[in-house]
């Protein structure tokens, strides 16, 4: 295997010295025009690329942003993916993308090992209703944005759906239909999400003239086998006709799948509606009703408060003073996109 090209072969190659060819590959002053080109043109020649790793070691700072979700296998969060890389890009930084998998000690762990890659900022989406990934990121200062959740509604900089405005849209229109039952296939009830979601639904229930049943709540629900196993014991114990909301497209899968096992017929049998908008759910039968949220938007616009952080600290970094970070708080508007599943 053909060795990496280093900055010694260039020396050797032209007979200067490694610290010449280092201020010329670093645009320094002391090189003249001559000799940085043909240092230059050396280089490309014989396929030396520079070590970016190394490099931000030594200057402690990289043009790295951390992304950590709890899972990325979740087609919603492609596109948000999507929002944050593009915007990053324009600016020259790349994105380093790891899953918590809802757990909040693997949450740490994947922090640390950011902070040893020297990150400039992270952004996170919390793990339920635990603070200490916060925590640790103020610890080491980096400045980081919470995307999809908040912890405390009052603290940190953090970019989120309005998800009690989803839930309330959700319930609204499946009260419509009239049938007595409506269920809620929730999130993990930690969450910010989710508690906004359930406060969402009971509202819309209460202000339709519909009775809240707790038991008609299904929480801890994460994705599309959860929906499946939440929906087959829905219909072990009711027979419809039924409503039923899901938290997410992702869950609302496994839903669509065990009441097409039980040969009941969407919406006739049972009425649904997911949230998120999954494209592909779009092109499929039946379509899925749903809550349409602009993901590309949500990852660029996180990723537009993470940029800020970071100038903000180099800003003050260089006036040798603490940075003053000025907290965001944001909520994307959702909206109801009717099919055929309700």
């Known amino acids: ?78 596109r948000m993916i999507r929002g944050i890389e593009e915007t990053f890009a324009a600016v020259g930084y790349r994105c380093v993308l790891m899953n918590s998998h809802e757990d909040a000690e693997r949450e740490k762990m994947l922090i640390n090992e950011l902070r040893g890659l020297n990150v400039a900022g992270v952004l996170l989406t919390p793990v339920s209703g635990d603070r200490s990934g916060c925590d640790l990121l103020r610890q080491y200062d980096i400045p980081y944005v919470l995307v999809k959740r908040y912890i405390e509604k009052d603290q940190d900089t953090y970019v989120v759906i309005d998800d009690y405005k989803a839930a309330y849209l959700s319930a609204e229109y499946l009260c419509g239909y009239g049938n007595e039952k409506i269920y809620f296939l929730n999130f993990l009830e930690k969450t910010s999400s989710a508690r906004l979601r359930l406060a969402g639904y009971q509202q819309a229930l209460q202000d339709n003239g519909v009775r809240y049943d707790p038991a008609c709540v299904v929480s801890g629900c994460v994705n599309q086998a959860d ?19 899901c938290y997410s497209d992702y869950i609302a899968i496994g839903a669509i799948c065990a009441i097409q096992e039980r040969g009941y ?13 999954i494209e592909i759910l779009s092109f499929v039968k039946p379509r899925l009703t749903t809550i349409g949220v602009p993901k590309l938007r949500l990852g660029a616009r996180s990723a537009e408060l993470l940029y800020g952080m970071i100038t903000e600290k180099e800003k003050a970094e260089r006036g040798g003073v603490e940075p003053h970070y000025t907290c965001a708080r944001e909520f994307v508007k959702p909206s109801l996109i009717i099919r055929e599943t309700s």
């Open 1 to 78: 295997m053909k060795r990496a090209a280093r900055l010694k072969d260039i020396a050797e190659g032209l007979h200067v010295s490694i610290t010449t060819v280092s201020k010329a590959l670093n645009n320094h002053p002391d090189i003249s025009p001559q000799r940085k080109k043909q240092i230059l043109d050396y280089a490309n020649g014989i396929g030396y690329v520079p070590n970016q790793v190394a490099k931000s070691f030594r200057q402690r700072k990289t043009k790295l942003i951390g992304i950590v979700l709890g899972d990325n296998a979740n087609p919603f969060n492609a």
């Open 265 to 277: 017929s969407l919406p006739y049998d049972v009425a649904l509606i997911g949230n998120d908008d």
């Open 227 to 245: 929906g499946y196993e939440a929906m087959k014991q829905i219909l072990e114990e009711n027979k419809p006709p039924f409503s039923v909301m």
